[in-house]
């Protein structure tokens, strides 16, 4: 960014555009119409275009164009690569995030390193003054937080609430009050914003680490949330009695409304619900007015009241929204969101209050936002009890945002994603899930798709919803665009694709399966792996595959082992044993599935039938009459019923010698009596 | 005399109308099926339910012949005939009679306001099961409640449809039906005039917070650069040489031709050569502002004429 200098004694400062009007035009196809640009040129018209004469010169319309048009239209150019991390990640195979525990580490971990730095800077600002650059930039620059101005002055006063520091004004506002200066209006009214915003307590100045995670988690939401102190009132804070606000509210000689409205938005923020109405009341009978915002406040407090019936407390919303009417108070988008979102405390009653209001909120033009969709959802799916008949509304609300390109409007937009796909989830419609991704996908929605738990949740359910409907080309497919760039699939997620593969008689895939599942983090996950095995070990395959599968199984094994390495008490499922040995016997890896035979007695886990008479076939086809005695000394030793049939197969098939007969005799023999006995054939058997 | 026979015949076609289809009813109709469709959980009184169905479909179809004449007064007839239902009922019959006058004036203005009406819907059932829940209402309060549960907006679980006519249907039913009438659209679409005031902190923390909601990690390298445009971190595309420099709005020949500003100045002799050679210099200057090319002429001249003595001295014309 070197000063152009030189440039400055040939400014050539072109002027010669025209003074024109400056009407926006929407530009459309103005120059050729396959090149593309982007949309932030404005374009004025020009006078004189009706050309007459030859000698008239038509000057070219000049386009004005935003500062980021160009780099916008070079963004426009690039789409997501799927088989790259994403962006805000380091390019470099150790700082590459493997699961999603890790990418929400190294992105908290990127951003703490900006902070730290921004604190030191501003820590210390005389070390930092140098500034070359040119022109200014003013947010490299350190911040001054704390006031200049020392005299006790309604200026210094203006400066502390600008710097919101609570306790500081508070106390220059009551030391302007004993020097006898009166506050004007407004400071003290700016004043008693920056109390009832935060609550009478200092603002929290690390806010980027604080997951303002809101409760209504959909996962987890239960129900609660009458009872459950919602993330915004700044976890926890509460508005106590007699507290600063409520002083210096007394004090202030003439308050007019926006005092009052202020104080009963804090009221309301911080949780002092009885307070807040009665404060309303106080400011009727003072004949003034509040404004839309204390409206909604209001209307919040009286839907978090817990002492009334739904019906009651429906009543009084419609009271307060009548007044509103009367005093000629225009309600926004908030108001109706905010009634939609206290209608879904009263679970069933609240369905055709919402719709009503949703119609009236179309009524009189106010266009409703993502969150509106997401709270009537909410409403609708709540419970999602298949027993009261579930309702169609989601199929309307598809129809009528589709295509639709959404700004952000209401802090809650950004949940609507979450709970659209976890209805299509559960009404299992696949459909549906691909209109909601398309909306996702229309303009700019995508950025709707919330934080990181939000995005995966999505992506979960919509993943898990086409492995369960879609065919398995299609899902592979997808697979391959959505992980790991997009999300990191849970083990759950998994375990639904495998049945996937399962279904559609795809299992060779699932070698892959299990090395993607080991670079997401979910190599010790026994469930995942207990279901792999059972899905190689349950039918004969071609040999090639059968191979594969035993390579796939030694590697389950290795993690098995060294899952064993750091417990004390190792712990393999029996199932996983045997569907090991299986596989290794069919591959003809014979030597390590004998082996296997021996990790059975030591975790203390019981071979199925099924496996010990393919262990007498592997014995018989390898024609060692040793191998097939270990067999049913081995299911002698865990006193299997089948110990029998065995004998008798290696009787009838094997030849072999009389001692070994006799041995066999007194496996068999002791075996048939009670079970006290199972012991001294362990000893035996080792 | 007259209202007794009017009875009578009311009481006959009733009992002959108790047996006609229910389908037929409905698709007779064409009023626009009302939200508000409350499954009530008594059907214990369904065959004389029918049987009114079936009446106040007959004398439904009355107002359909002539409907644009009449406004808000229904005929005779059919006050007549809802007080001979209200007989036939074994409810209270003040309260039936005027329920059933109600709905009978609200569906006629609706089917005069709806000729387009889609599918006819089961309209008439809910005559009668509003009733119901008015009837239950005064002698078991506390089960209203219970009825309200039942609130169903979809009807599909009531009449079984093809399933993109539900789709449609019920696409009606989310943005058409009754609304809250609290508001009015030209109330709140009128221009209040509002008076100018500075951001408070609370819409100062609500756009933050919607500023948040799209806040998503850049996608690419292209994102990275236009958030640094937008902090000020980097020049803006394409590049103009003299982003933020205004140079106070002087024009390039106010650099280059500072002769004007020699008016003052004698046209000939050494001064002139001087001064002549000093805007030269001056118009080559690229650090200097306008202003302070002007000064530094000025500060020549205030010297000259300090020293005009030494000048006089010399000969050499000042003034």
């Known amino acids: ?686 | 005399m007259h209202e007794i026979s009017k009875e009578t015949e009311s009481q006959e076609s009733v009992k002959e109308n108790t047996k006609k289809d229910l389908l037929d009813i409905i698709k007779g109709m064409k009023i626009e099926l009302s939200t508000v469709n409350v499954q009530t959980t008594k059907p214990s009184s369904t065959r004389q339910l029918k049987s009114v169905e079936a009446t106040i479909n007959r004398l439904q179809k009355a107002p359909g012949d002539a409907p644009k004449k009449r406004t808000k007064s229904l005929s005779p007839e059919l006050v007549a005939a809802a007080s001979a239902i209200a007989d036939f009922l074994p409810f209270d019959k003040q309260t039936t009679k005027s329920e059933l006058l109600r709905q009978l004036q609200q569906h006629e203005e609706v089917s005069k306001a709806q000729k387009n009406g889609g599918r006819a819907k089961i309209s008439v059932s809910n005559i009668i099961s509003d009733m119901k829940v008015a009837k239950s209402a005064t002698i078991r309060a506390s089960t209203r409640p219970v009825h309200q549960i039942q609130f169903d907006e979809g009807s599909d679980d009531y009449m079984s449809q093809k399933t993109s006519d539900v789709k449609k249907s019920l696409r009606k039913n989310m943005l058409k039906g009754k609304r809250l009438n609290i508001f009015d659209l030209k109330a709140v679409t009128e221009e209040t005039s509002e008076t100018e005031t500075t951001p408070s902190l609370w819409d100062i923390e609500f756009a933050k917070q919607l500023a948040a909601v799209n806040e998503q990690p850049l996608q690419n390298g292209f994102a990275e650069m236009i958030q640094w445009t937008k902090d000020g971190k980097l020049w803006e595309f394409p590049i103009n040489n003299e982003a933020g420099f205004d140079d106070e709005g002087s024009e390039f020949h106010e650099h280059i031709f500072l002769d004007i500003h020699l008016k003052d100045f004698p046209k000939q002799g050494p001064i002139r050569h001087f001064m002549e050679l000093v805007t030269c210099g001056l118009s080559k200057n690229p650090y200097l502002s306008v202003k302070q090319k002007i000064e530094h002429i000025e500060w020549f001249r205030n010297y000259f004429n300090e020293k005009q003595d030494i000048l006089k001295e010399n000969g050499i014309e000042f003034n």
Request: proline share 5%.
């Open chain 1, 1 to 686: 960014m070197a000063a152009a200098a030189t440039s400055r004694c040939l400014g050539f400062r072109c002027r010669l555009c025209l003074k024109l009007r400056g009407q926006r035009a929407s530009p459309c196809g103005q120059i050729s119409s396959c090149r593309f640009y982007s949309g932030s040129a404005t374009l004025p018209k020009v006078e004189g275009t009706n050309i007459t004469g030859i000698e008239e010169v038509v000057i070219p319309r000049k386009k004005t164009w935003d500062k980021v048009a160009v780099l916008q239209a070079l963004a426009s150019t690039v789409s997501r690569d799927p088989t790259a991390a994403p962006y805000a990640f380091q390019d470099d195979p150790y700082l590459i995030p493997a699961s999603s525990m890790e990418s929400r580490l190294f992105l908290l971990a990127k951003k703490s390193g900006e902070n730290a730095a921004k604190f030191i800077i501003n820590l210390h600002p005389k070390y930092f003054q140098k500034d070359i650059a040119e022109p200014h930039i003013p947010c490299l620059m350190p911040e001054y937080f704390e006031p200049q101005i020392e005299d006790i002055s309604e200026a210094a006063l203006k400066e502390r609430i600008k710097l919101k520091k609570v306790k500081a004004s508070v106390d220059m506002f009551d030391q302007l009050l004993q020097a006898g200066t009166t506050v004007s209006l407004e400071t003290s009214n700016s004043l008693l914003d920056l109390l009832c915003y935060y609550g009478d307590r200092e603002p929290s100045t690390d806010n980027h680490f604080q997951q303002s995670e809101k409760s209504e988690e959909l996962e987890e939401d239960t129900g609660e949330n009458d009872k459950k102190s919602k993330a915004d009132d700044q976890f926890g804070v509460t508005w106590r009695a007699k507290n600063n606000a409520e002083r210096i509210f007394a004090l202030i000689p003439e308050k007019n409304s926006y005092s009052y409205c202020t104080m009963i938005r804090g009221m309301v923020k911080h949780r002092a619900l009885v307070q807040a109405l009665n404060l309303y009341a106080e400011l009727l009978n003072n004949r003034l007015q509040a404004d839309v915002y204390t409206f909604n406040a209001l209307i919040e407090a009286t839907a978090l009241n817990m002492n009334e019936k739904s019906e009651d407390k429906w009543n009084n919303i419609l009271e307060l929204l009548k007044q509103m009417a009367a005093q000629k108070v225009k309600p926004n988008l908030q108001t109706f969101n905010n009634i939609l979102k206290c209608l879904r405390r009263f679970h069933a009653f609240g369905r055709l209050p919402g719709l009503q209001t949703f119609r009236e909120m179309k009524a009189i033009g106010i266009e409703p936002s993502l969150a509106t969709y997401h709270h009537v959802i909410q409403l609708f799916y709540h419970h999602e009890n298949p027993s009261k008949g579930s309702s169609r509304i989601i199929y309307d609300i598809m129809n009528e945002i589709t295509g639709q390109k959404f700004t952000p409007k209401d802090p809650d937009d950004d949940m609507f994603f979450q709970s659209a796909m976890r209805v299509c989830s559960f009404l299992r419609d696949l459909e549906l899930a691909y209109q909601v991704h398309g909306l996702l996908n229309t303009g700019d929605n995508w950025k709707f798709i919330g934080p990181d738990h939000r995005r995966n949740f999505y992506y979960s359910k919509f993943f898990s919803l086409l492995c369960l409907m879609e065919q398995i080309d299609v899902t592979l497919k997808w697979y391959k665009d959505l992980v790991p760039s997009v999300f990191f699939p849970r083990s759950q997620t998994l375990i639904d694709l495998l049945q996937a593969l399962d279904v559609a008689n795809r299992l060779e895939v699932i070698p892959q399966i299990w090395k993607d599942s080991k670079e997401y983090g979910h190599t010790f996950r026994s469930d995942l792996k207990e279901e792999i095995l059972m899905l190689m070990a349950r039918d004969q395959h071609p040999p090639e595959l059968q191979v594969a599968f035993a390579d796939c199984a030694a590697d389950i094994k290795s993690t098995y082992e060294s899952q064993d390495a750091r417990k004390t008490a190792p712990d393999w499922p029996a199932n996983s044993l045997n569907c090991i040995a299986v596989l290794f016997l069919r591959a003809g890896r014979t030597q390590e599935a004998w082996k296997m035979l021996g990790l059975f007695r030591k975790h203390n886990k019981i071979p199925g039938n099924k496996l010990l008479n393919e262990f007498m076939d592997s014995a018989k086809a390898s024609n060692s009459p040793a191998q097939a005695i270990e067999v049913v000394k081995l299911a002698g030793a865990f006193s299997l019923p089948i110990c029998e049939a065995l004998t008798q197969r290696v009787m009838a098939d094997f030849a072999i010698s009389q001692e070994q007969k006799e041995a066999l005799g007194n496996l068999t023999s002791p075996t048939s009596d009670s079970d006290s006995d199972s012991d001294s054939d362990i000893s035996e058997g080792i």
